[in-house]
């Protein structure tokens, strides 16, 4: 877990030299005015698409097609240059924003030529990526580009070094890079998911978010639940019965030790951290019925949030931590209700199915993915946080638990559509879902920090 | 502070190495419904073996789907239960609450804890001392039949008292 020194290591240390084009790379306002006048002069028209961008909010988005090209090694190498492209289209893939196109390339790319950009638009592709590497002892360097096809323009050049154990994390931050670049925000394929055990064993497990990497986080033989990283990714927060009732937990990832969060008579449940990580919201009973309170880092009572006779659960914090939505079935079945943290009246926002479960607030701040109740089973769904555009992103077995990744691009979640309950992935309109963990597992809480 | 904690972490971790988990799963049988009342027990400490048959003796309360109140054949096992409990007052009790499957874990959370206060405020209404009494909510992960149908889920929306001295 001392990712910190590890990170140190995949940070992308410079732009890659592209001699063709070097003093243009450090000006890339330039460059592109550049490009679009030179493109004005051949076209006699402004170009409509100046730069390579995804414009995810455009509801009619057209799959941007994307080739990898299998990644070239120097010599022989332990490593195989596909299995390297491989994670990349699979990152990328799972966005649901592109259309991984396979092209082989005539020409064998490498470090130094310059792609031939006709034989990549003439199939239609927008953009390119490349990438080589060398393997020294234990030391790999990796290098990965990204093109602009139409512009005929390098977009960006990372090169990484490590160890050859870390060739999954350099590929996904090149992606979380790729992301950023064309979304500006960045990816979240360097992050973890943890979740429980759904077996004779609920200790707490945490994965890459696309299920390699498997660790068991927990030992101590109990039920556990309700797995939540901390925002800084340095503690996980999680309730488990290992003094044989329902108390907060806190376990430090750096040194694996264990603090009691909250251990009030009752339940102690459903612990989620405020965005800035100063405070958790919780479920509590000690004071009879289950309410919403926040709770400092140290376990001390800040306030309560709700009253009334509803069992009150499942907090989630707005992104600017300014309200937060929970469960409660008050009006007597359980319903999504949001609360100011400062205080006020909550107001229901589900109205839609007769059981509503298992908020969680998108990062980007418009929609709650929740489980509703629906022809018997539950299905994950959305909402826009004024209680519009519902929308149900499954279909097949139940499906509950969603969690955002930190961009709010994707969602884990657990489904038992194939039999076992297993932890899925799927992109935040719902058109792509895998399976990603190879153990039975629910409660999945993605990380908010890369590793 | 943190040594504190950090104490009070080791403890409880050496405690959980030497306990199994709290599931009832073992112990509860939920077709053993007894008929008449046991014999009786004395006011004093009772003995292992005179515990056990007051666990065996206490019958189970069951639930409907989402709900925590108490149905009439529910109320009828507490009263049987209350006097029970009555005859051996220093026999501590904690409610046991459990749903089904169906619902999110945590959702669940909440209503076994319900479940269990609602058994309690009515053992309570009956006349047994509240500080004898104590709630765990184990949600859904604690069933006592796997099954993914009704009869099992049945089963297992119930809630447990499970008495020590």
């Not at chain 2, 988990?21 to 046991?38: F, L, T, Y």
């Amino acid at each position: 877990m001392n990712n910190d020194n590890i990170l140190s290591d995949l940070v992308p240390i410079r732009s890659i030299h592209y001699k063709p084009r070097l003093w243009l790379l450090h000006f890339p306002f330039l460059t592109r005015t550049l490009f679009g006048f030179l493109l004005f002069l051949v076209l006699g028209t402004f170009p409509c698409e100046g730069k390579l961008v995804i414009d995810v909010e455009n509801p009619n988005l057209a799959k941007m097609p994307i080739s990898i090209q299998d990644f070239v090694a120097d010599a022989a190498s332990p490593l195989n240059g596909s299995d390297l492209a491989a994670i990349l289209k699979n990152d990328l893939y799972l966005t649901g924003l592109f259309q991984i196109v396979e092209v082989h390339a005539p020409v064998t790319p490498n470090s130094t030529s310059e792609p031939d950009f006709e034989v990549w638009s003439r199939q239609g592709i927008q953009a390119l990526i490349l990438g080589n590497f060398h393997v020294r002892g234990d030391e790999l360097v990796l290098e990965a580009r990204l093109y602009d096809v139409p512009l005929r323009k390098l977009e960006l050049g990372k090169r990484f070094t490590g160890q050859i154990g870390d060739h999954r994390r350099m590929i996904h931050r090149f992606g979380d890079l790729v992301m950023e670049r064309l979304t500006s925000v960045p990816g979240g394929f360097s992050t973890r998911i943890a979740f429980v055990g759904d077996s004779q064993s609920r200790e707490v497990y945490s994965m890459d978010f696309d299920g390699y990497g498997l660790k068991q986080m927990t030992r101590n033989g109990t039920i556990n639940l309700s797995p939540e990283w901390s925002p800084d990714g340095r503690s996980i927060i999680f309730t488990s019965y290992m003094n044989k009732k329902p108390d907060l937990w806190l376990m430090d990832l750096t040194t694996q030790r264990l603090f009691p969060l909250s251990t009030r008579t009752g339940i102690n449940a459903s612990g989620r951290y405020s965005p800035d990580g100063s405070l958790i919201g919780l479920s509590m009973s000690f004071e009879g019925i289950p309410k919403i309170y926040m709770i400092s880092t140290q376990g001390q009572i800040i306030k309560r949030l709700t009253a009334g006779r509803g069992n009150d659960i499942s907090p989630t914090w707005s992104p600017d931590g300014s309200t937060i939505a929970y469960v409660s079935d008050q009006a007597g079945s359980p319903q999504i209700y949001t609360v100011p943290v400062s205080g006020g009246q909550p107001r229901r926002l589900t109205f839609q199915s007769n059981y509503n479960t298992d908020p969680d607030w998108s990062p980007l701040g418009d929609l709650l993915a929740f489980s509703a109740r629906i022809d018997g089973r539950f299905q994950v769904c959305t909402i826009r946080t004024d209680g519009t555009d519902f929308r149900v992103l499954t279909d097949k077995g139940s499906n509950q638990d969603p969690a955002w990744s930190p961009d709010g691009r994707m969602m884990a979640f657990s489904s038992n559509r194939d039999g076992k309950t297993l932890i899925y992935i799927m992109d935040a309109k719902g058109q792509i879902q895998v399976p990603v963990s190879s153990l039975t597992g629910k409660g999945p809480a993605w990380s908010r920090t890369s590793q | 502070m943190l040594s504190r904690y950090l104490m009070h972490g080791m403890i409880v971790l050496l405690a959980t190495l030497a306990l199994v988990s709290g599931c009832s799963r073992k112990i509860v049988r939920p077709n053993q419904v007894p008929q008449g009342p046991v014999a009786p027990f004395g006011a004093g400490q009772i003995s292992e073996q005179e515990l056990q048959g007051v666990q065996a003796e206490l019958r189970i309360v069951y639930f409907d789907y989402d709900k925590y109140s108490l149905s009439p054949e529910a109320q009828t096992a507490l009263q049987y239960n209350a006097e029970l409990l009555k005859r051996v007052p220093n026999v501590n009790v904690v409610s046991e609450g459990h749903c089904d499957e169906r619902g999110t874990s945590e959702y669940n959370l909440a209503l076994g804890e319900r479940r269990a206060r609602s058994v309690v405020d009515y053992l309570v209404g009956l006349g047994i001392v509240p500080n004898r009494m104590t709630t765990v909510s184990y949600g859904s992960e604690c069933p006592v039949d796997p099954a993914h149908n009704e009869a099992a889920w049945a089963k297992n929306r119930r809630v447990f008292l499970r008495v020590s001295r």
